[in-house]
């Protein structure tokens, strides 16, 4: 009897915005860093590209009634699968795993998500890495369908909104914050620092995320806001991630 494994890594990449090889790398990190059994999935609308060790699936379908590009296809993860079962850990296709991840499944709690940097007193989660039970929210998309395009009137984006569903629900809860840093707020140096050294690198933290800018790939190679805003000198430690075999 094939014993049905409970735990599943899974990502998503529509549009033009991420290549291959970011689903590819994210593969390989995970692939390093984590030891429980597991299946790693990518809902996608092109899997040209993408490892064949990849398991592919169709980008869950979901009307974001035109509303501008905010991550809204993300909440479509919460649809019904009749072939995923347990725990679904949800990865960003932009951030670095650095060290073992085992623990984003052996912490209890129904759904977990990173505590926003940029909204400190308010309950903002940061999507780039959530867990939940599959199958168990669907009443995400529908509460999404019942705002319709006034959902903007009211949340900025769709991690707002999947934040304060969650907390409606009585199970929010966030990572340990030394888990998940922002490579943003955690690792540049500050003006006028920044124009001389490189960013720190987070020594104990298990994921590095990225959002906004800079990307991993203009930390990489160095980067300059408009205005010479958020200056980044190139960041040499990353190399080591972009240097990850990016297929087996």
Known sequence: MVETITKNVVCMKWGTKFGPEYVNRLFSMVEKNLTIPHRFICFTDDEKGINPKVEIKPLPKINDNGLTEKGWK??????????????VLFLDLDIIVRSNIDCFFEVDGDFRIVKDWDFPNDIIGNSSVFRFEVNKHSDIIEHFYTYGTHIRDTYKNEQAFLSYEMEKKGILQYWD???????????????????????????????????????????????????GFRYVKPTSWLKQYFETPQTV
């Open 177 to 227: 914050p030394s888990w998940c840093v922002s490579f943003k707020r955690n690792c540049l140096q500050k003006f006028p620092m920044c124009y001389f050294k490189e960013a720190k690198e987070p020594v104990n933290a298990k994921i590095l995320v990225f959002h906004g800018r800079p990307t991993p790939q203009q930390a990489l190679e160095g980067f300059c806001g408009k205005g």
């Open 74 to 87: 993300k909440l479509g993860i919460f649809s019904q699968f009749d072939d995923i079962y347990g725990q």
